[in-house]
């Protein structure tokens, strides 16, 4: 037995498959006028109809439609001519009418596909159908262990109840070998990037208007698919990634001892890496599905389908290939931003007026350092691609170095104002008064006699000390490389 990852692919074929719920950035919920605001009080976002009170008949959501439509299209989906919701009848607190609208077996959207880039190779997720339905509501269980069992009681708030949720769900995605884990990534990175480019939802995981459940088997080579699991509501694009290759290597270790995988929903911890178990599903659940009879059923017009086809905007894949043709950038550095997700704020950096290697370098550097310490996508970190551009402006005209624009750039991070806005306020300019640097000069040689000895006697590899001293005396606002000339010239060195 080992957990060791590249051993257990070896030895073993992993199969995924991933369903992903969108919450459509609708002003009002599904069937009814509430708002769909995030953030509010508890409970105030409510009607009869999304609280499922007797008599409130339900009217179904245009935009919604037409943003499901677009969002099909854009996945290379058919589109039905005539399909209809269905009820889903189960009991939980989050569900006010014990039931959920939604579509079962007539879908808006189906058999579609995504192309996805991992690792030099384009893999292709088959897109088994794309529907409309309604969020529930959110429960918060009380107590120690945040969930249901064990709970001192639970919390439900109802605003979330009703808000327009797509649901999109793959076919088995196999032969991927070891990469199956990057392949749920790019998949939901490129979906995510789809979506938003739409402009259909703003798709923050953290908040929940993206969520995605990540099912997950393995097999022997040449044999049948094994028993999956569901890893469900994995909230962001680094957790579907561990959340696969942790269900990978926690099977291979049952097998390996001739234990029987079990089809059950898990729960994927951020803090520990792995997953835990859920419920059972090893028996279908029989949700009694039957139609909606409140609601007319969906006939598209092939026309307006037509329409929606032809005002799709770019996207991102295509984005890419224009970008790399725009910018003039490597095969390879296309590659490195591609798998950093910084295309396209490169693109809007350069957009913006900054050279393409600043640009480059900056979001490939720094800032996905800072994207990484946060642990959230780079297009999450709170600044615009015009401030980025911005303190590069500020680097190439010689008001900042390269330190003062990175601290230029934390400020922004830190506070939200614009790069302007915190060199002014920290001070942060560079100095350029050469009296003032003269006399930080002679003030580090008078402090330093001996490295100045070895300044004078030839040793110029000294000076950086010296200049190491003026530096921090300006608070690191000096040009480096102005200073060691100034250095060199009151030691009388040429």
Request: aromatic residues 4%; hydrophobic residues 40%.
């Amino acid at each position: 037995m080992t957990t060791d990852y590249e051993d257990v692919v070896a030895r073993y074929e992993p199969v995924i498959g991933l369903e992903t719920h969108v919450e459509l950035g609708t002003r009002s919920k599904m069937f009814c006028g509430c708002s769909t605001e995030f953030g509010a009080e508890p409970n105030t976002h409510t009607c009869p109809v999304c609280l499922g009170l007797p008599g409130a008949l339900p009217v179904a959501n245009e935009k919604a439609i037409e943003s499901t439509i677009r969002i099909g299209l854009a996945l290379n989906c058919s589109i039905a001519s005539w399909c209809r919701f269905a009820r889903k009848n189960y009991f939980y607190p989050d569900m006010p009418k014990n039931f959920q609208t939604s579509q079962y077996d007539e879908p808006l959207c189906g058999e579609g596909y995504l192309d996805v880039e991992v690792d030099g190779q384009t893999v292709r997720v088959g897109i088994e159908r794309v529907h409309l339905e309604e969020d529930t509501g959110k429960n918060t269980h009380v107590g120690t262990s945040g969930r249901i069992h064990g709970a001192e009681y639970s919390l439900v708030d109802f605003n979330r109840a009703g808000i327009p949720l797509v649901e999109i769900v793959t076919k088995p995605v196999a032969s991927t070998g070891a990469l199956a884990p990057e392949v749920a990534k790019a998949y939901v990175t490129e979906l995510r990037d789809i979506l938003r480019t739409l402009g259909v939802s703003d798709v923050r995981m953290e908040q929940g208007s993206l969520r995605c459940d990540v099912n997950t088997s393995l097999n022997r080579p040449g044999a049948e698919w094994g028993t999956r699991t569901e890893t469900k509501n994995v909230n962001s694009l680094r957790s579907v990634e561990r959340a696969v290759r942790s269900e990978i290597l926690r099977q291979a270790v049952l097998l390996d001892r001739g234990e029987r995988i079990v089809q059950e929903t898990r729960h994927f911890s951020e803090t520990t890496g792995d997953t835990r178990p859920g419920r059972s599903k090893e028996e279908a659940t029989d949700y009694r599905y039957f139609p909606e009879p409140d609601l007319v059923p969906i006939a598209p017009d092939a026309e307006w389908v037509a329409s929606l086809r032809k005002a799709l905007p770019e996207l991102p894949s295509a984005r890419r290939v224009r970008l790399r043709d725009e910018l003039g950038v490597s095969a390879e550095d296309m590659v490195q931003m591609t798998n950093a997700g910084v295309v396209d704020l490169v693109g809007a950096t350069v957009d913006a007026g900054a050279p393409v290697a600043e640009a480059r370098n900056w979001w490939l550097g720094y800032l996905a350092q800072k994207s990484n310490e946060r642990e959230i996508d780079p297009t999450e970190l709170p600044i615009s691609a015009g401030q980025v551009a911005r303190a590069i402006a500020l680097v190439a005209d010689g008001s900042l170095s390269v330190a003062l624009a990175r601290q230029a750039v934390d400020g922004v991070l830190e506070t939200g104002t614009d790069v302007d806005a915190v060199v002014a306020e920290r001070g942060l300019k560079r100095v350029s008064d050469t009296g003032a640097l003269e006399q930080a000069a002679d003030e580090a040689i008078a402090a330093n006699p001996e490295i100045a000895d070895k300044v004078r006697s030839g040793k110029l590899a000294a000076v950086g000390a010296l200049v190491g001293a003026v530096m921090k005396a300006t608070r690191g606002q000096a040009d480096a490389a102005a200073v060691r000339q100034i250095l060199l010239d009151r030691l009388g060195v040429q």
